[in-house]
């Protein structure tokens, strides 16, 4: 990721959310999102960013069409040497055609320091639970909520041995290029 691409990450983000935590997360709060404000938060951060962390875009070739974005585990993570899957978000109109596969091999090429790679899902998006699982993730009985507004929305914990090799994936291509 450029610094160029935080509009269309932001873009991709929050309709990403619109979609995909309709019915999960209060309506209230996904109507308020926007863009602007998303890149304006992403803009900050990607200025400050943790150098451990990395994030990747897709790139159709007539711009950003996923992001994804990966580090050191945030938590505790029981003595193992963790990193953790912050997000990954794919353009809901390309949603099934191989871009969040396609992140996520790159994902998994670039983990070789962790022992394992950690993600938060939420605990009723079904389709995301399906598509890590698929991918070599299980829940692992760790559990926390996020608070969005006055409703709690829960979350799993899932976690996958670190690597491309893990699942038999196959590294991603050059995602600038998707």
């Known amino acids: 990721m450029r610094a160029a691409d935080v509009g269309d990450v932001a873009a991709v983000r929050v309709r990403g959310w619109q979609v995909a935590y309709a019915g999960i997360v209060p309506q209230a709060h996904l109507d308020a999102m926007t863009v602007a404000a998303d890149a304006a938060r992403r803009a900050a ?5 943790d150098p451990r962390t990395t994030q990747l875009v897709a790139d159709d070739g007539c711009g950003v069409v996923g992001w ?4 050191p585990y945030r938590g505790t993570a029981a003595g193992r040497r963790a990193g953790e899957l912050y997000a990954l978000y794919v353009r809901p109109d390309l949603v099934g055609t191989g871009v969040g596969r396609a992140l996520l091999a790159a994902v998994h090429a670039a983990t070789g320091d962790y022992d394992a790679l950690l993600l938060w899902v939420l605990r009723d998006n079904r389709r995301a639970r399906r598509f890590y699982e698929a991918a070599g993730y299980r829940a692992d009985g760790a559990v926390q909520s ?3 507004g006055s409703v709690p929305v829960p979350e799993v914990r899932y976690a996958r041995p670190a690597g491309p090799g893990a699942t038999g994936s196959a590294p991603g291509d050059d995602l600038r290029h998707w």
């Not at 951060?45 to 960013?49: C, G, H, K, S, V």
């Open 45 to 49: 951060a990607f200025a400050e960013a």
């Open 68 to 71: 994804a974005a990966f580090g």
């Open 146 to 148: 996020e608070t969005y």
